[in-house]
């Protein structure tokens, strides 16, 4: 297959985007063609996975100019897979969203800003250029917070205060650390500044740019102390919004870092110290506050923010082992996450409530769907053989073999956590009889609704829910794609020599 | 000016900063714009400094003769200034909305979705 | 990032006599509990009602299945093998000790599925339970079957979420939730210990495959993590089978239903723990952590559990705390170790199964035809439920280790095994006489008391059990008067195979009835006589049975409530001090931490000197516009007004725009303009209406904020001072100039980077554009109300 | 703001002020300048002729909402970003037509995606601030 596949992906979003801006306002033909362009996206995506697994790492130069000079799009295994996963999430997505975005929000673009969104994400993956992750990360930033306003609501927009101010922060200490990047070493091109920065006289320099990168991808991947605003923000916007951003946007972080350390700052082991440090005190942050909490959706943005300290630890300890299980989580944690955060809405619909004192009988009432919430839930604890457990052994072992005894008791205790936090939750929404229910004005319980609209919350949660059980049932299919990328990421020249085509 | 526009952008830097520690979200969103010169003055830099030299091609020639500015850099912030043009446009909107939902801009009265529901 | 390449792979497992018909004959005997649980929902109206009975027919069969092998024989060790990820394989293996286990989980299975058939008769949630109990039994045989310790850990933690799912099944009610959840947290973190375990073991040992572990104890006894192991192994199985202080959880699960705390909570779960010692205890038995832990430990809980159980008048909490005691029991024996004690050990699990399910069946028909449980309530239901009180009478015998029954020889084997334990011989045999006196009249208490004496009037016009309900416990009562009178059956079916399969030697093992007038007769003697004696004359329970709550405040339940509390407010405080929803402080924090560590990272390597020619060169009209600057940045930090700042923004933008000029950067200079004076133009709009700002912050933190934004400023000033002391790389923009014209047909280079060689970052530039455009268009004109849907 | 001065003024300038914009940015790939700026330029044109006459004038003006010409502009990119692959090159590889044009200099793939930019520009900036001053009539 031609290498100009790699733009395929993008170019599907921007114009599923484009035309529904045509189509401004037009409520039913966007919920239609947006499931429609995600399906399509979910197909290229799939191909273009392929494509890598098969021909190893694929790289286009855009403009055709010859690295480092233009800019170079990288699709190695890691790239792919996310950009698969995040059509998955995508497709999921707007089918939920569909059933449960108001007309209000449609009429004002709400669709197209979430293909953008896509398109930044999958942008973000695939970029080989510093400047340009940069960009695509703005993407990124611009329209979630669109998604995260559109609508006004008082807790919306107090929500997006917050996370505005720390996300602006972050990337404007990102670029500072691309420009001191460039300063240094006369190029944006991440291949060549691998290359560029062991010969730059001054190291500490570059220990700086380290670390104004770990600021800025630590921000937006929430680890400690980092991410304060993703617990006051995530529980505010409509629940498909929630499930895109609690699915997609922390791992967005955890992606760059992955990347830029793993390409750039290989073997520094001061990095790696306080990479593995902040990663301590992000499971034990978010672990401990989760266990603490009251509303649902803010329980499981702890929970993101716990897990988050999963995958920094298994970059901060680094071995092969390790990365192998940092991505096996990352792609049961994208997909699990997604659906919790449907199945959160999908308790709103059923009680009326996002507060666990209130919630309650669900296990009674709808005992079907309580087994189907219960896959991502008790995928997500990890409980064994669900898609959740298997990274850990990788993690847990590789803190083992490289003598890292704290950070893999963290790793065991935020498991814990996980489990008592998820069988609480589960004992008070589930168990617990369910409160008196009352009708409200102008909203409609789950069991007065169509089946129409039950379906466009029952498939994309049952879709994701099947996914996660083929992640844990059938890890074996799972582990050699992530030990694959993990050995792709253990040597820098790979990458480099994919990029400039040369041959070891 | 080797040494001045670097303590200009420092300049830039600590009051933009400074700004984002207020409670006022009108101040934060200055603060912001602060700090975005400060960031585009520092790309500047970045490309070291040239004086009056335009990276443009004369007519006459196919390239540019003799020493000239980065013009990287100046692609770069180009770049830069517009999507943070962007970013604060949306951001100035968003102090009005707020403003006329919680009737002040003192951060510390609409922060509750910090509270335990 | 490090490398270590070998780290990523294990030996996958030994080599197996694998063949295609076995596989599929274990994996199915362990999955069909899975299957049948998943099919449950779908074939509920077969299955429920009248037939519900049916439901017995899996477990029976797998009984049947795995009893075949009593007189097969298991040639050699019959297992199978399927790689599965992170080294973990399907691979099971049954050996005699497996056996006995899957025996015990299987048979009870089938009385204990058969007699809920009528014991839960009319619960609408019956498909649910039978699926958790079925789930439960094949995650049962997973553990006792997996030949790979992170498949047994698998199962093992399966074992736990069906426990859970099995003791809040009255899910209304509040306390089954809440034992629920303890007993989740208990068993859970000893699962998370067992993983860590297992994985340590997988590191010391290069492999994750029981046997060959097993094959190693060198490596164990040479290792230094072997302590740590040892600790996580003990956690482990302490936490599942019950040990003190970790028991607190088992009298709680008595909330789940009669039949589920017979088959769970004293004839096989709580022995998950027990057969993981055994397993083990191969490699471990010679180290003395071991031998000395499991013996203080069991000891304490045997003694702890027997004297409990007397305070008790509630029959299935004494029946819990005589299981308990009987687990400490198990637990002492492995911890002796000597092959007495272990074939006393292996006997008595069955043994225990065998009189506590009995025992607690009759407690659940009593309880089902009475509706109370409270012994002092209870008594004289022998003409009511004849029966049963047969039953029960056998059970009680064999509870307190009277002939004919089966308890005579497992106490029998209790005595030689603490007789032949060398030093402490005197001590531990004491306590063990002890132990089984208490043990011996809380069964009494539990089991004959309910039947004998003179009928409660309260209790008059009891009915009788149906056969489904009194089947089982007697079957169990004739099991032990069989074995009882003719111990020899096990020998060669179950206790030698046992024996090999902890490489134990087997020469001349036999179970006999009588062994003669010796030592152990006496204590024998002594035991019954000291047991009847004390149930004839004492009837402790009555007042003894307030003290448990005097003492409650030393309870290890409570001090781990007491722990989870305050962790709780630990938690909450961290919570509301770091999540202080004041905003400025979570960029405070972001500030300070990105401060700390860059400054320690850069300032030890920054070395600049300062010379006069940087000032000197600098021309006047440069002075001005630095000034300028500078003041007008200053204003705009000052000022009181927000449209002076505002205005003053714009200055900076524009003297900004005029160094662009003079630094030869024309296109910026005009962007800049035009985009500063749109900025302004904009705020205007928005601001020129609010009013002026308040005055908020104090001077302290006005002062603290302002030292804190200097330091930063300085160290981005001396960052930039630092790369500008490099010299210029010049490789890539001198490619752009040099082929600007030539192969891009442009000549203003900016522009062509813009349009051409960076095409793409100018393209998704707009699309943010657009995106801000869009969102400004929404945020201004949708305004939508609470719960609009 | 004194309207009268701002409303001749613009009145005049109006023209002039667009010709020059649409000038920066065809001249842009030689001199400073390009789609951006010449976006710039224009929106700021139209924004001062809100000032003076009003939203509703400008919208009149223009003769459809602003925020049309964003997807137009994006179209009109994506258009030209996507040219080349017909071509079987690179996405965004230059095209050009041999002949050079007037005022324009050389044709290519370029100008046109520089068009896109300056119509998204234009669209962008009057669509927030001509929504903007609508509300500040209410």
Not at chain 1, 195 to 208: A, G, I, S, T, Y
Request: aromatic letters at 12%; charged letters at 10%; glycine letters at 8%.
């Amino acid at each position: 297959m031609n290498e100009n596949f790699i733009f395929v992906p993008l170019i599907i979003h921007l114009a599923a985007a484009t035309i529904m801006l045509f189509a401004w306002g037009r409520i039913k033909f966007q919920r239609w063609f947006a499931i429609l362009s995600n399906a399509a996206a979910l197909i290229v995506a799939s191909a273009l996975f392929g494509m890598v697994w098969n021909q190893g790492i694929v790289t286009v130069q855009s403009g055709g100019w010859k690295p480092p000079f233009g800019i170079t799009m990288v699709a190695d295994t890691l790239a792919a897979s996310l950009v698969l996963l995040t059509s998955i999430v995508g497709l999921a997505v707007s089918i939920f969203a569909a059933g449960t975005i108001i007309p209000q929000r449609v009429k004002y673009g709400f669709f197209p800003i979430l293909q953008i969104l896509f398109l930044g994400l999958c942008g973000a993956f695939l970029t080989g250029d510093l400047f340009s992750l940069y960009v695509w990360f703005e993407i990124i930033i611009i329209s979630s917070f669109v998604l995260l306003t559109i609508g006004g609501e008082k807790m919306q927009l107090e929500g997006a205060v917050n996370y505005f101010t720390l996300n602006m922060l972050s990337s404007l200490i990102f670029l500072t650390a691309i420009a001191i990047i460039y300063g240094i070493t006369g190029t944006l091109n991440m291949a060549d500044v691998a290359m560029k920065l062991p010969l730059v006289e001054h190291p500490h320099l570059v220990e700086v740019t380290a670390i104004f990168f770990l600021a800025g991808f630590g921000t937006k991947a929430a680890i400690f102390p980092f991410y304060f605003w993703l617990p006051s923000s995530y529980h505010t916007p409509p629940d498909a919004v929630s499930a895109v951003f609690g699915g997609l946007l922390t791992k967005m972080g955890v992606y760059a870092i992955i990347r830029v350390f793993s390409l750039l700052y290989a073997d520094n082991a001061l990095i790696s110290e306080i990479i593995t440090i902040a990663a301590g005190c992000t499971i034990l942050a978010g672990g401990a506050a989760a266990l603490v909490q009251n509303n649902l959706r803010r329980l499981f943005s702890y929970l993101i923010i716990c897990h988050i300290g999963f995958m920094i630890a298994g970059i901060g300890i680094g071995s092969v082992l390790a990365i192998t299980g940092v991505i096996f989580y990352l792609f049961h944690d994208i997909i699990v996450k997604t659906n919790l955060f449907m199945v959160a809405g999908l308790t709103h619909r059923m009680t009326g409530t996002s507060s666990i004192r209130d919630l309650g009988g669900i296990y009674d009432k709808y005992p079907m769907l309580a087994l189907l919430m219960a896959v991502p839930l008790f995928s997500l604890v990890g409980i064994p053989p669900l898609s959740g457990f298997w990274p850990k052994i990788g993690l847990i072992s590789a803190g083992f073999t490289d003598h890292k005894w704290i950070i893999s008791g963290l790793i065991i205790l935020g498991s814990f956590f996980t489990l008592i936090a998820i069988a609480k939750l589960w004992a008070e929404v589930f168990w617990k009889p369910s409160k008196e229910i009352y009708a409200r004005p102008n909203f409609t319980f789950w069991n007065k609704l169509g089946v129409k609209r039950k379906l466009l919350y029952l498939v994309p949660i049952g879709f994701l829910a099947a996914l996660s059980l083929f992640i844990g049932l059938g890890a074996g299919v799972i582990e050699p794609v992530a030990e694959r990328v993990a050995l792709e990421l253990s040597d820098t020249m790979i990458y480099v020599n994919a990029v400039f085509k040369t041959k070891q | 000016m080797n040494l001045l526009l670097p303590i200009v952008t420092g300049v830039l830097y600590a009051a933009g900063i400074y700004m984002l520690l207020r409670r006022s979200f009108v101040k934060l969103i200055i603060g912001f714009t602060l700090l975005g010169n400060g960031v585009n003055l520092l790309i500047f830099l970045m490309g070291r400094l040239a004086k009056g030299k335009p990276p443009l091609i004369p007519d006459y020639a196919d390239v540019i003769p003799g020493l000239y500015a980065d013009p990287v850099p100046q692609a770069l912030i180009l770049t830069a200034i517009v999507i943070s043009f962007g970013l604060q446009s949306f951001a100035i909107i968003l102090i009005k909305r707020v403003y006329a939902i919680a009737n002040t801009d003192d951060l510390d009265e609409i922060n509750t979705t910090d509270d335990y529901a | 990032m490090k490398y270590f390449g070998q780290s990523a792979f294990f030996i996958s497992s030994i080599e197996y006599e694998d063949n295609w018909h076995i596989f599929a004959r274990m994996t199915a005997a362990v999955l069909a509990g899975f299957i049948f649980a998943l099919l449950m929902p779908i074939m509920r109206r077969v299955s429920l009602g009248r037939f519900a009975i049916l439901n017995s027919l899996l477990p029976l069969s797998l009984f049947v299945w795995f009893a075949s092998f009593l007189f097969s024989g298991l040639e050699g060790n019959l297992s199978s093998h399927l790689e599965w990820a992170f080294g973990a394989s399907l691979s099971f293996k049954l050996d005699g000790l497996s056996l006995i286990f899957a025996l015990l989980i299987t048979g009870i299975g089938a009385l204990v599925f058969a007699y809920s058939a009528s014991y839960m008769k009319g619960n609408p949630y019956l498909d649910r339970f039978y699926a958790y109990l079925s789930m439960f039994m094949a995650a049962m045989l997973g553990v006792v079957l997996s030949a790979n310790a992170l498949t047994l850990f698998i199962f093992w933690e399966l074992t736990s979420i069906s426990s859970f799912f099995l003791i809040g099944f009255k899910n209304k009610d509040e306390a089954s939730r809440k034992s629920a959840l303890v007993a989740l947290a208990v068993t859970g973190f000893g699962g998370l210990a067992l993983l860590a375990a297992m994985l340590l073991m997988g590191a010391v040992t290069g492999t994750y495959s029981i046997e060959a572990m097993l094959l190693q104890p060198d490596v164990f006894a040479s290792s230094p993590y072997t302590t740590l192991i040892l600790v996580l192994i003990f956690i482990a199985a302490f936490t599942k089978s019950a040990q003190f202080p970790f028991h607190f959880w088992l009298p709680g699960a008595m909330k789940a239903p009669t039949p589920v705390s017979t088959y769970l909570h004293s004839a096989t779960m709580v022995k998950a723990g027990i057969y993981l010692l055994f397993r083990f205890s191969p490699v471990f038995t010679d180290l003395a952590l071991w031998s000395n832990t499991l013996m203080t430990v069991g000891c304490i809980t045997m003694v702890f559990g027997a004297i409990h159980s007397l305070f008790r008048t509630d029959l299935k909490s004494i029946l819990a705390y005589t299981t308990i005691s009987a687990l400490g029991t198990l637990t002492f024996l492995i911890g002796i170790g000597t092959r007495e004690a272990i074939i006393a050990a292996l006997v008595f699990v069955v043994v225990h199964a065998l009189y506590k399910a009995a025992m607690f069946l009759i407690a659940g028909i009593i309880d089902h035809h009475t509706n109370t449980r409270e012994v002092t309530l209870l008594g004289g239901l022998r003409n009511a439920m004849p029966l049963v009180a047969v039953a029960a009478f056998v059970a009680a015998l064999s509870g307190a280790g009277i002939p004919i029954t089966f308890g005579f020889i497992g106490k029998d084997l209790v005595y030689e095994a603490t007789l032949h334990q060398g030093n402490m011989s005197l001590w531990l045999t004491i306590i063990a006489l002890v132990t089984n006196i208490l043990v011996g009249v809380a069964g009494f208490i539990a089991a004959i008391k309910p039947f004998a004496g003179r009928l409660p009037d309260a209790l008059n016009g009891t009915k009788a059990p149906g056969p489904v309900l009194w089947f089982a416990p007697i079957l169990l009562a004739i099991l032990s008067l069989i074995l009882g009178i003719s111990p020899g059956l096990m020998d060669h079916t179950l206790l030698i195979p046992s024996l090999d399969a902890l490489a134990i030697n087997t020469d001349g093992v036999y179970l006999k009835m009588w062994h003669g007038i010796n030592t152990v007769f006496w204590l024998s003697m002594v035991t019954i006589a000291g047991t009847v004696l004390i149930y004839l004359t004492a009837k402790p329970y009555k007042y003894l049975s307030g003290i448990p709550a005097k003492l409650n405040m030393l309870a290890p339940q409570t001090i781990a409530l007491a722990m989870v509390g305050s962790f709780a407010q630990i938690a909450t405080a961290w919570n509301k001090a770091f999540q202080s929803g004041h905003l400025r402080y979570y960029v405070l924090i972001s500030i300070i931490t990105i401060l700390a560590i860059a400054a320690a990272v850069h300032l030890p390597g920054f070395h600049w000197h300062f010379d006069w020619s940087m000032i000197r060169s600098v021309a006047v009209y440069e002075w001005v516009l630095v000034v300028i600057l500078i003041a007008s940045v200053l204003f705009t930090v000052f000022t009181d007004s927000r449209l002076a700042a505002v205005a003053s923004m714009g200055v900076i933008g524009y003297a900004i725009c005029l160094i662009f000029v003079i630094y030869g950067a024309p296109d910026l200079a005009i962007t800049q303009f035009t985009i500063d004076t749109l900025t302004v133009i904009l705020f205007i709009l928005v601001l020129y209406k609010l009013p002026k700002y308040l005055k908020l912050t104090r001077t302290r933190s006005k002062l603290r904020d302002g030292a804190i934004s200097i330091v930063f400023g300085t160290l981005i000033t001396a960052v930039v001072l630092d790369v500008l002391s490099l010299d210029r790389p010049v490789y890539i923009s001198s490619f752009y100039a040099d082929n600007a014209y030539l192969l891009a047909k442009g000549k203003n280079v900016v522009n062509v980077i813009l349009v051409d060689f960076r095409g793409i970052d100018t393209f998704m530039e707009i699309v943010v554009l657009a995106v801000s455009a869009i969102g400004v268009f929404g945020l201004l004109k949708l305004k939508v109300k609470r719960h609009d849907v | 703001m004194n309207t009268l001065i701002l409303r001749t003024a613009t009145k005049y300038l109006l023209p002039l002020l667009l010709l020059f914009s649409v000038f920066i940015l065809l001249r842009g790939h030689y001199l400073p300048g390009g789609g951006f700026v010449g976006g710039l330029v224009a929106s700021i044109v139209f924004v001062l002729h809100a000032l003076a006459f009003g939203a509703e004038a400008t919208k009149k003006l223009l003769g459809l909402h602003p925020g049309y010409l964003i997807p137009i502009g994006l179209a009109l990119a994506l258009l030209s970003a996507m040219m080349p692959l017909i071509y079987g090159k690179a996405l965004m590889q230059g095209l050009w037509y041999d002949q050079p044009v007037l005022i324009i200099g050389s044709l290519g793939t370029a100008i046109f995606f520089d068009i896109g930019v300056f119509l998204v520009v234009i669209g962008v900036v009057l669509t927030i601030i001509l929504t903007l001053i609508e509300l500040q009539k209410e």
